[in-house]
Structure formats: C-alpha cells, structure tokens
C-alpha cells in the first residue's frame, strides 16, 4: 500500500511539474530563447571585432541536453569557465534545458539551436582555429535522452551527432560527453582531425546526474584534472579516470571506465595540449 502511494504521487508531482515547466515551443518559451540567443550572439560579434584576424580562436559549443537534473547545467557551466581561465577570448555558444524551478539563463537545447550553433561556428571558423564541443545529459547505448519541460523528446543518436559535428570536421576538434553508455558514440563520431573523451565506457553508466549534483563525477574530474597547457590528452584523461574511480570506489559504484580516443591527424595532442588551447 504505501509502495503504490508513493507512486501515486510520484506521478502526480511529475504532472504538476510538466505543467508549470516553461516549453521551447511554446510563445513564451520561443520569445525567452530568442532573446538569450541574440543576447550571445552580440557578445560573440563584439569578441570578433576586437580579435586580430591571424590569432587562431577557441570556438566552444557546450550543450547540457536534458532538464532532469542541475548536473548538466553545471557541467556546462563549469566546462566553459574552464576554457575561458585558459583563453579569455574564446567564442562560446552555450546552451541547456534548465531543470524545474530553476531560471531560465541560456537558450534551449532543441535540435534546431545546436544545428543553427554550428552553422555559426563553421561562418566564423577560420584556418587555424580549435574547436571543442561538450554534450552532457542522460545515456543509453548509441544516444544521448533529450528532455525539456519535463517531456522527453527523441535521443540523438550516434548518427545524428555524427551529422551534426559533419560540418566542423575541416577543424582540429574535441568532443566531450558525459553520459552513461557514452563509450559506445565513439564509433560514429570518429574523424582523423578529432578526439574524443567520454564519462564511460559502452557497456558502463556514469554517475553524478542526481536532481540537486552540481556536476557529473566525470566532468568534476576533468575540471579538477585541469588541462594546463603543457598537458596532453594521455596525462589528462588517465588523471581525471583516477578521480572517478576513487569517487566510485569510495560510494561503491561499478567503475564507468571513462574512454579516450585520438584521431590520426591530431595525435600529437596525446603529449601535449599548448596548440590546441593556445593562440
């Protein structure tokens, strides 16, 4: 009896809560996206005028895909003051879909603002620029869960990640996903200018995604790893997989086995990062 009251009202505060969850499509929630949008989008011009036109960027797209927990948010946010400590002048878009009772303050994750942030990008790429892409949300084998307003739309499977980023392929790429299963996207995003660092392993979940988290365990650790610029890709993957595994050893979780995978065309960042965050 007391099992399916809980559930009873388990369902019933999750209608409540889709109910006063603002939509992507609806009038307001299209108006408060169109307006954080342009909000960016002048600051990112302003940032072009002041750069001098042969200084190599950092363009950054960092994307917390689902609203069911602080978590992603978080690593949004955390991952883009990490890149700005290291290149102040980076161009970011940044994008989520804010859990509920939390303040929207970035444009919604839909499939149309990511496609419409890399057609941005790719406009503003220049030879000679980086680019780093972080996806954080939920996980199952070959997809990331895509949630707004409390409603679950389709995932984005391997497939269409790999379709999406197709565009930016011309740059030296890294892409960085936090989720659970995240291990088993590398195959379809695989690309010779690109590497790829995932919380998991394919056949492992990945931990922190709890309602209130602040951040997912993996990208804590890469932020706690903090990739200087000397550091490379090997010394900064197998340092943050050790800050996972003692968190999970210590809460007595099965290891997620965070992944790394270099393509040929950028191995030398496996030594050291200095030309990929650097002008």
Known sequence: MHTFLARCLAMLLLAVLAGCAISPESQEGRNLHDALWQQAQRQRQEQVLRQPADRPRLLVLAVGLSDETKAFPGDVNGVVASVRSLRSDALVWQMWNSPFGETISAPFATRESLQLAVAEMRAAARPGDRIL?????????????????????????????RDLLQPLSAWDTGVIISACHSGSLIPALRHPRRWIMTAAAADRVSYGCQFHGQQTYFIQALLQAQAGPEMGLDTWHAQAAQIVRRGEDLAKFTPSLPQLWVGSEVAPYRQSLSAFWRP
């Open 133 to 161: 892409v972080m996806f954080s949300s939920h996980g199952h084998h070959n997809l990331l869960a895509h949630v707004a307003a409390n409603r679950r739309l389709p995932p984005l499977q391997g497939q269409e990640l």
